[in-house]
């Protein structure tokens, strides 16, 4: 006989929230198509649970409407915890909500699936950062010209292990 765990009840919610998101987010005069969008983050850190993080991020968002895209990213860490070091691979997916304003200045949420794995090995189990679960972001976009953008984020990751993700350094490119 094998124990599973329970399924989080989030998990249960999770195509409700995304249906009233959607709902109140969409305005009749906002259903424009909006552009792609090439990112890049890095040097994230990570703050709980005292791991330190080095990451380099690239992703892309594909604009369905002028408040919504859809895309993803794939992230390589090197992640330390006190004397143990593991290099991690990060995949997020999921929808961007982008709130007011055009794209190259927008607010953004970010509320999707994240999945990461690590190669190496933890001495304790409980800073193992590998996992599947959900991932929380948001962040702004500030023009740097017509086509670039600062793109500064924050937001919480639920795979594997709870962790507070900041990433300072960032930029995007819309096309």
Partial sequence: MRFEPARPALFSFLPVVLAVLCSALSPADSLAAGP??????????????GANRISLSPGLNYGFFE???????VGYQSVGFGDDSVNTLTVLAG????????????????????YRKGSGTVSDPTS?????G???MV??????????QYRPSVGIQLAGRTT????ALAVSYLF
Avoid: C, H, I, M
Wanted: hydrophobic fraction near 45%; aromatic fraction near 20%.
């Fill in 95 to 114: 929808p961007t909500f982008d709130l007011g304003g055009p794209y190259s200045n927008a607010t953004f949420l970010f509320f999707g699936f994240a």
């Fill in 67 to 73: 408040w919504l895209q859809a895309g993803g990213s």
């Fill in 134 to 136: 959900l991932a929380f």
């Fill in 128 to 132: 193992d950062p590998g996992g599947t």
């Fill in 36 to 49: 792609k969008e090439f990112y890049l983050n890095s040097a994230g850190l990570e703050l709980f649970g």
């Fill in 164 to 167: 507070l993700v900041v990433n």
């Fill in 139 to 148: 962040g702004r976009r500030v023009p740097l010209s017509s086509k670039f």
